[in-house]
Structure formats: C-alpha cells, structure tokens
C-alpha cells in the first residue's frame, strides 16, 4: 500500500540552497523560552543565528535554537534543511507574531513569494466579558492576556458600557478556544 502511494504522489523537489521557505504549523508560549514555531521547511536551510521574518505578520528575530521532535521532548541540532519538520525558537515573545499557516522566512535572503493558503482567521464566537465588581476589571484583564499568550485567536479590547461599567468584548475561533 504505501508503494503505490509513494508512486500516486511523488515528493516534490526541493532545494537546500534556495532562500529559506518554511510553512508554520503551529506554535506555542512557553514562559522560558517564549514561543516555539512548529513547521516544515519547504527550501532552503535554518540554524542557529538565522535572522528570520515571518511573512504575514512581519516579525523578525534571530534564532536561538532548532531542532526536530523526539518521543515527548524537543532534540536541539545544529541545522533544519528543506523537507524537515521542526522546531525553532527565536526570542518571539507573542504567539500572534507566528500566526499558522504563514510563511517564515530568512531576513536577510528572503524568498520571493509567501507559500500559498494563508489567510486570515475570522473569529465565529463573540461575547462580552464584564466583571462583577468594578475593582475586579485589572485581574480581568491579566486573564484574558494570559489566555492570549497560549494562542493567537482570542481577540478583546477594552471597553465601556453605561449599564455594565468597564469590561472587554471578545472573539474567538471556536468555543472559547
């Protein structure tokens, strides 16, 4: 079975030595490294030191560290080539910097085009968040930019309502992601 698969669908080829073109997958904060990109390199090569800028969002910063998965830990290695799937870390301390989907990039020989599908997510769920208490509106707000750094799709801004004092409307992507 997996023969004809390999013969169905080929792998594209792909090149080491073209501007680095890497598809994000996902990613996630972590309080001492800040985040870590989950992706697969399509071209290209990543180490330790690349400056990289994310395409959609256009936040740069110099690679701290990479590597590959192993069982239930990251293992770091000098180098990430095209056709690889791992992980870096680049001192980027806010998830929405590294949205899924968006393609990362070297700095300072970036490639010529984004990989294709990306777009922007709409929020589907919408509320609105007020505390019980006026005196409570700060530690609100410390909880909802705690549940920000875990991912990027909640979504609120400060607001005020005659009737129900200071608070946040918010969205989300699904059932309060």
Avoid: H
Wanted: with cysteine.
């Amino acid at each position: 079975c997996r023969v004809q698969i390999v013969k169905w669908m080929p792998c594209r080829a792909v090149s080491s030595d073209n501007p680095l073109q890497a598809l994000i997958v996902d990613s996630l904060y972590e309080s001492y490294r800040w985040v870590i990109i989950f992706f697969r390199s399509m071209e290209g090569r990543v180490s330790k030191g690349t400056y990289i800028r994310m395409m959609a969002t256009g936040a740069q910063e110099e690679v701290v560290e990479g590597g590959y998965f192993g069982a239930g830990q990251f293992i770091p290695c000098d180098e990430l080539s095209a056709g690889m799937v791992g992980y870096i870390t680049a001192s980027i301390k806010n998830v929405k910097d590294t949205a899924v989907g968006d393609t990362v990039t070297d700095a300072r020989n970036p490639c010529a085009n984004p990989l294709p599908g990306y777009k922007k997510v709409n929020p589907m769920v919408y509320c609105g968040m007020y505390p019980a208490e006026g005196a409570k509106y700060p530690a609100l707000r410390d909880a909802l930019e705690k549940l920000q750094l875990n991912g990027a799709s909640p979504f609120y801004e400060p607001e005020t309502s005659a009737a129900l004092g200071f608070g946040f409307p918010c969205a989300f992507l699904g059932l309060l992601s």
